[in-house]
């Protein structure tokens, strides 16, 4: 194990960096993504929320791969040339984005809806009263669910490895099939998902508890 | 130019006709206390002023926007009409001073020193100075009303619609959010349509009182013929009897 490491650890460094990053750029992107379909979805406004609704629906109801397979073969087919690493972060974004607005939606309806009221009756319109007063009060009593779904975006990054994404997955992949040492291999690997996921949990309890 | 005018206003929740040809004025600088029996449409009423709450027919006027007209958009409305709650509604995540902040300053883009220096005056004005820095669930319920009656006022309104300010508050803070409440009646040519059944406030301040029920406005009187003469309508006089003997 300590040999898989010592040996392979270029390698293992750059799944890990590819991890890293593209679970940073999916947590960021389908944060916003997500809170903004939530929106949608209690808006006033009908046809925001049926366009809400069925993003949702759509994309929480299909299997990860399918949507990242979706991107990989199907955008360069018609659009553009895409890498495994774009395909599979716009993927796990999209994927991810769905489950935040259920998260956020029912953070937001947990929040009394004096408050909104309250807030257009002041003069705010809609959007500023989610901005500066519904959301903030909504994102603490989400804290505890969305910390669990950042954990699961990670650990479904592993998803590239099945487009050429180059993550730790993939790295582990590779390694094991070159050295066939597969069971110290994916040990390792187990372990560098564990220093990322293990700190991003326990700084969410931590928010979970400042914020209380 | 009155301030609030409905014309026929019809108001239906789904199938119920929760408003049923409403016909009211009110004037500029008038102070009107609305009452009636729970579930006639009070808060209904009062909603629709500033568009909380949509109506389905007839015309409403106010601060010279029509709300039936689809293209009017009710933010310009309560830029101007600020609203009190049964429930205080203070945003629960903003101290106190950045409660009675926050509107002014993105709504009205006020300086902030500016802004600061009038909430306070404002605070000092409900007499809850030394709560600034507090937090809404710290504050009992009287002082929570009084701050939000601030909050409303650091819009510089022309008309502040109340909805049961007091029945929320324990006995002996009812009075405090009343005193605020006549304070700014007497002293300033704001407009008010108060809901309420503290029919000493009527007395003191209103000018006018309406009863409705069931929807309706049965009756529209000018305080003295409320209080000293006899409203005409056959119900509103059993109401009153009942709300005076209570108190
Ligand atoms: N959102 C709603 N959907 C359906 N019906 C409603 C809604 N809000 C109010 N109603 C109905 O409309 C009628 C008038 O309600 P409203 O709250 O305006 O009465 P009120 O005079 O303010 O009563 P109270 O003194 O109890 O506050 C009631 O019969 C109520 O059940
Ligand atoms: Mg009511």
Redesign the interface.
Known sequence: MIHIFATQWPLLLEGLGRTLLCSIIALFFSLIIGSLFAIFEIMPNKIMRVIGNIYVEVFRNIPLLVITMFFFVVIPLYVTKINGFTAGTIGLTIYTSAFIAETVRSGIQSV?P??M?????????FW?SMR??VL??AF?IVIPPLGNQFINLVKNSSVLAFVAGFDLMYQGNMIANNTLQTMPTFFVVGILYLVITMPLSYYMRYLEKKLA | MSMIEFHDVQKYYGDFHALKNINLTVEAGETVVLIGPSGSGKSTLIRTI?G?EPIQKGQLIVNGYDLADKKTDP?KI??NV??V?Q????????TVLENIM??PK???KRPDDENREFAMKLLDKVGLANKADSYPRQLSGGQQQRI?IA??LA?KPKCLLFDEPTSALDPEMIDDVLNVMKDIARDSDMTMLVVTHEMGFAREVGDRVIFMADGEILEDDSKETFFDGQPSNERARQFLSKIIVHK
Do not use: C, W
């Open positions: 009394d004096g408050q009221e309250g807030a257009m009756s002041n003069g705010l319109t500023q500066y007063v903030p009060q603490k | 500033n909380l933010n309560r830029k600020g609203m709650f429930h205080f509604n203070l945003y629960a995540n903003k926050l509107a993105i709504v009205l939000a909050r409303s819009m």
